[in-house]
């Protein structure tokens, strides 16, 4: 099975691993919003903590420039994130998971509770103008994450057990044909997110 043709065969494993990265991505998004219900106080300050570290200079940059250049600080702060998660996992398979998937689900279910909690948006109405964009920002994660995961497995099951799978440099050259699939899904949500995403908000 391929997604395109300039990607390998997205084979079982591929697949299996893409499944355990949405259903803990799905769980951590749950887990965000339930945190509201646990402890609002404790939920606020590490929402506002994320806002004032993370997005509020994100934020002052794309303020400061055109449509043009929203879309390209975006991208480019999309695919640091997402290159990350393939290279890390290529070091340790399970960094994709915590340094992508759970903080990921996590932040996006606390911010819907945040919204919800100030009352200044429904969470249904958070969620769907999350759809645009996220439907292809959310796969280039998860994309990110597999191929990070099973490149790391691979590598580690060569160095440790008798080497019956590809060699590095093949599993390396596999990992990284990913990559204009991944780039051209970041490309797609970050125009969406800039151009059609405000109006849902």
């Known amino acids: 099975m391929r997604i395109l043709k300039i990607t390998p065969a997205f084979s079982r494993s591929y697949r299996m691993t893409t499944a355990v990265c949405a259903f803990l991505l799905f769980f951590s998004v749950v887990m965000g919003y339930v945190a509201w219900q646990e402890d609002p106080s404790l939920a606020q300050q590490a929402v506002e ?4 570290t993370k997005f509020s200079p994100l934020t002052a940059k794309m303020q400061a420039t055109n449509w043009l250049g929203q879309i390209r600080i975006i991208l480019v702060n999309n695919l640091v994130a997402t290159m990350l998660l393939v290279f890390t996992g290529g070091i340790l398979p399970i ?6 998937i759970i903080p990921n689900g996590t932040m996006i279910g606390l911010m819907a509770g945040y919204f919800e909690y100030q009352q200044k948006l429904a969470k249904s109405i958070f969620f769907l103008g999350l759809i645009p964009h996220g439907i292809f920002e959310i796969p280039a994660i998860l994309l990110s994450a597999t191929v990070g995961i099973i490149w790391g497995m691979r590598n580690w099951r060569n160095l440790l057990l ?4 590809p060699s590095f440099f093949e599993q390396t050259k596999e990992s990284l044909s990913f ?17 059609l995403t405000p109006v849902f908000f």
């Open 162 to 165: 008798e080497r019956t799978l």
């Open 179 to 195: 990559f204009p699939l991944i780039i051209t899904l970041l490309v797609l949500a970050s125009i969406i997110e800039v151009l």
């Open 49 to 52: 903590q994320v806002m004032k």
């Open 95 to 100: 960094l994709p998971v915590f340094l992508g």
